[in-house]
């Protein structure tokens, strides 16, 4: 099994994304954008566009989804219903179809049992990203989680890993960032913080080797092994 490779220096913090890192929540993104376009009198959007269009936060979704479905010249009027809509769903859809990736709860286990500080760092908004992980059992590991509405910038911009360093009292250099996107190696490389992939995510319908992180891995066993 491939071990981490070696970071500049020694980690004291660990910052994991959640779509698609985590939670497999292409389920709960299609019932809810798809229960958003009845309301607006459209189609149902195939997955796989769905999967292409997850990891820049709920706006992006919603813009890509109306794009896909109807002439690109209603998007803008569109929005403002769209967004209360797809609110209304999310928050009662919210991790009906969601599933925990294999070795995720252990991995965070071994991260917290290795004495690192753990921050959930997500562009999902921190009201559905709360709920979803008490939903799924995952909220208590974290000293903190960071939506893509808690900060005026979300990924790809550093801040909201530079703002969560600060809370935990630690450098970005000591804080690795896990992802699933090159939306994370872009925020991670911009605030100076080593980072891994997760290949079983979604990553704009790119393969995570092409993202640039310090490694992607398979399986959450590989994320500090006990043997
Ligand atoms: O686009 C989203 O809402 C999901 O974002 P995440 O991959 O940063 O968790
Ligand atoms: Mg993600």
């Not at 760092?121 to 590991?141: D, I, M, Q, S, Y």
């Not at 891994?196 to 990553?203: D, K, Q, T």
Request: net charge negative.
């Amino acid at each position: 099994m491939p071990a981490l490779p070696p970071f500049d220096r020694p980690l004291r913090a660990a910052l994991f994304d959640l779509d698609g890192t985590l939670v497999d929540t292409l389920g709960d993104f299609v019932a809810a954008l798809d229960a958003m376009l009845a309301d607006l009198g459209r189609a149902p959007v195939p997955a796989a566009t769905v999967e292409t269009l997850i990891g820049q936060g709920s706006e992006h979704l919603i813009r890509g989804v109306l794009a896909a479905t109807g002439p690109a010249e209603a998007v803008a009027a569109l929005e403002a219903p769209a967004w209360a809509a797809y609110q209304g769903h999310y928050r009662r859809l919210n991790g009906r179809r969601a599933r925990i990736y294999p070795g995720a709860a252990a991995a965070l286990g071994r991260a917290q049992a290795a004495g690192l500080q753990l921050a959930c760092v997500t562009n999902k908004p921190a009201e559905f990203a709360e709920a979803l992980l008490r939903h799924c059992g995952l909220r208590a590991p974290f000293a903190l989680v960071c939506g893509g509405d808690t900060h005026p910038r979300k990924k790809p911009d550093p801040l909201p890993l530079q703002a969560s360093c600060a809370a935990l009292g630690v450098a970005p250099a000591e804080a690795l960032m896990v992802g699933d996107s090159s939306n994370d190696v872009r925020a991670a490389r911009a605030a100076g913080c080593p980072v891994v992939l997760l290949s079983h995510g979604y990553n704009h319908g790119e393969p995570a080797q092409a993202a640039g992180a310090d490694a992607v891995l398979d399986h959450f066993d590989q994320l500090w092994p006990t043997a």
